[in-house]
Protein backbone atom coordinates (compact mmCIF):
# COMPACT_ATOMS: atom_id res chain seq x y z
CA UNK A 1 0.00 0.00 0.00
CA UNK A 2 1.17 3.46 -1.04
CA UNK A 3 -0.23 5.60 2.09
CA UNK A 4 1.37 5.47 5.83
CA UNK A 5 -1.37 7.45 8.05
CA UNK A 6 -0.93 8.32 11.96
CA UNK A 7 -4.07 8.83 13.90
CA UNK A 8 -4.19 12.56 13.50
CA UNK A 9 -3.52 12.45 9.40
CA UNK A 10 -6.86 10.28 9.14
CA UNK A 11 -8.72 12.47 7.62
CA UNK A 12 -6.32 14.52 5.97
CA UNK A 13 -7.66 14.82 2.13
CA UNK A 14 -4.51 13.19 0.59
CA UNK A 15 -4.50 10.21 2.68
CA UNK A 16 -8.42 9.88 2.39
CA UNK A 17 -8.06 9.57 -1.25
CA UNK A 18 -4.94 7.28 -1.01
CA UNK A 19 -7.46 5.19 1.03
CA UNK A 20 -10.17 5.47 -1.71
CA UNK A 21 -7.82 4.19 -4.54
CA UNK A 22 -6.23 1.30 -2.41
CA UNK A 23 -9.83 0.11 -0.93
CA UNK A 24 -11.52 0.59 -3.91
CA UNK A 25 -14.11 1.81 -2.05
CA UNK A 26 -15.06 4.31 -4.46
CA UNK A 27 -19.01 4.72 -3.77
CA UNK A 28 -17.58 6.02 -0.04
CA UNK A 29 -19.35 9.63 0.70
CA UNK A 30 -16.99 11.88 2.99
CA UNK A 31 -17.67 14.08 5.92
CA UNK A 32 -15.96 17.56 5.50
CA UNK A 33 -14.75 19.55 8.74
CA UNK A 34 -14.23 22.98 7.87
CA UNK A 35 -12.46 23.67 11.24
CA UNK A 36 -10.04 20.71 10.62
CA UNK A 37 -8.99 22.18 7.01
CA UNK A 38 -8.59 25.40 7.98
CA UNK A 39 -6.33 24.12 10.50
CA UNK A 40 -4.42 22.11 7.57
CA UNK A 41 -4.10 23.72 4.28
CA UNK A 42 -7.44 25.70 4.53
CA UNK A 43 -11.21 25.19 3.54
CA UNK A 44 -11.04 25.59 -0.05
CA UNK A 45 -7.97 23.51 -0.74
CA UNK A 46 -9.17 21.05 1.12
CA UNK A 47 -12.83 20.92 0.23
CA UNK A 48 -11.48 20.76 -3.61
CA UNK A 49 -9.45 18.00 -2.53
CA UNK A 50 -12.91 15.73 -1.16
CA UNK A 51 -15.49 17.77 -3.12
CA UNK A 52 -16.92 15.15 -5.45
CA UNK A 53 -17.42 13.21 -2.52
CA UNK A 54 -18.43 15.21 0.07
CA UNK A 55 -22.28 15.20 1.20
CA UNK A 56 -21.83 16.88 4.86
CA UNK A 57 -19.93 19.13 5.90
CA UNK A 58 -18.90 19.86 9.87
CA UNK A 59 -18.88 23.59 10.46
CA UNK A 60 -17.10 25.30 12.88
CA UNK A 61 -14.30 28.11 13.07
CA UNK A 62 -10.89 28.25 14.74
CA UNK A 63 -8.00 30.38 14.18
CA UNK A 64 -6.05 28.18 12.64
CA UNK A 65 -3.65 26.55 15.20
CA UNK A 66 -6.16 23.87 16.98
CA UNK A 67 -9.61 22.95 17.26
CA UNK A 68 -11.48 25.19 19.23
CA UNK A 69 -15.17 24.68 17.75
CA UNK A 70 -16.18 28.04 17.43
CA UNK A 71 -19.28 29.69 15.76
CA UNK A 72 -18.59 30.74 12.49
CA UNK A 73 -16.87 34.36 12.08
CA UNK A 74 -15.71 33.91 16.01
CA UNK A 75 -12.26 33.05 14.77
CA UNK A 76 -10.49 33.58 11.04
CA UNK A 77 -11.57 31.43 8.46
CA UNK A 78 -12.85 33.18 5.33
CA UNK A 79 -16.59 32.36 5.37
CA UNK A 80 -17.27 33.84 2.15
CA UNK A 81 -14.83 31.81 0.28
CA UNK A 82 -15.68 28.50 1.85
CA UNK A 83 -19.19 29.09 1.39
CA UNK A 84 -18.50 29.49 -1.75
CA UNK A 85 -16.71 26.04 -2.03
CA UNK A 86 -19.40 24.64 -0.58
CA UNK A 87 -22.07 26.15 -2.63
CA UNK A 88 -20.24 24.64 -5.82
CA UNK A 89 -20.28 21.27 -4.66
CA UNK A 90 -21.74 18.65 -7.22
CA UNK A 91 -24.18 17.17 -4.58
CA UNK A 92 -26.48 19.24 -1.91
CA UNK A 93 -24.17 19.45 1.40
CA UNK A 94 -25.76 18.92 4.52
CA UNK A 95 -24.40 21.26 7.05
CA UNK A 96 -24.13 20.72 10.77
CA UNK A 97 -23.06 23.25 13.30
CA UNK A 98 -20.56 21.54 15.47
CA UNK A 99 -19.61 23.57 18.44
CA UNK A 100 -17.43 23.09 21.82
CA UNK A 101 -19.78 25.08 23.41
CA UNK A 102 -23.66 25.81 22.88
CA UNK A 103 -23.82 29.83 22.28
CA UNK A 104 -24.14 31.73 25.48
CA UNK A 105 -26.74 33.91 23.34
CA UNK A 106 -29.35 32.83 21.14
CA UNK A 107 -28.48 35.62 19.04
CA UNK A 108 -24.73 34.70 18.19
CA UNK A 109 -26.59 31.29 16.24
CA UNK A 110 -29.15 33.76 14.60
CA UNK A 111 -26.48 36.10 13.46
CA UNK A 112 -24.42 33.05 11.64
CA UNK A 113 -28.10 31.92 10.42
CA UNK A 114 -29.03 35.33 9.07
CA UNK A 115 -25.45 35.62 7.21
CA UNK A 116 -25.89 32.00 5.83
CA UNK A 117 -29.43 33.12 4.73
CA UNK A 118 -27.87 36.15 2.88
CA UNK A 119 -25.24 34.50 1.77
CA UNK A 120 -27.80 32.23 -0.38
CA UNK A 121 -29.68 35.01 -2.12
CA UNK A 122 -26.22 36.48 -2.88
CA UNK A 123 -24.98 33.20 -4.02
CA UNK A 124 -27.87 32.61 -6.52
CA UNK A 125 -27.53 36.41 -7.89
CA UNK A 126 -24.29 35.49 -9.03
CA UNK A 127 -24.49 32.27 -10.24
CA UNK A 128 -23.39 29.60 -7.59
CA UNK A 129 -25.32 26.49 -8.26
CA UNK A 130 -26.85 26.57 -4.41
CA UNK A 131 -28.87 23.62 -3.71
CA UNK A 132 -31.07 23.42 -0.17
CA UNK A 133 -29.22 23.37 2.69
CA UNK A 134 -30.55 21.30 5.86
CA UNK A 135 -28.59 23.40 8.69
CA UNK A 136 -29.03 21.59 12.36
CA UNK A 137 -27.36 23.17 15.41
CA UNK A 138 -25.55 20.39 17.65
CA UNK A 139 -23.91 20.50 20.72
CA UNK A 140 -20.32 18.31 20.53
CA UNK A 141 -18.80 17.73 23.90
CA UNK A 142 -15.21 18.16 22.58
CA UNK A 143 -12.22 18.00 25.19
CA UNK A 144 -8.86 20.58 25.35
CA UNK A 145 -6.84 18.72 22.93
CA UNK A 146 -9.14 19.30 19.86
Known amino acids: ?6 PDELGAPASLQHFIADTH ?4 RLCFDTGHAHIEEGVEVGFDAMRERVVTAHIHDNHGEKDEH ?4 EGNID ?4 LAALANAPQ ?7 LKEQPAE ?4 IKFARRLISWKRISRKSGHAL ?7 IHREVNDSG
Open 1 to 6: MRWKIR
Open 25 to 28: LHDL
Open 70 to 73: LLPY
Open 79 to 82: WEAG
Open 92 to 98: SVALVLE
Open 106 to 109: VPRS
Open 131 to 137: RSWPLKI
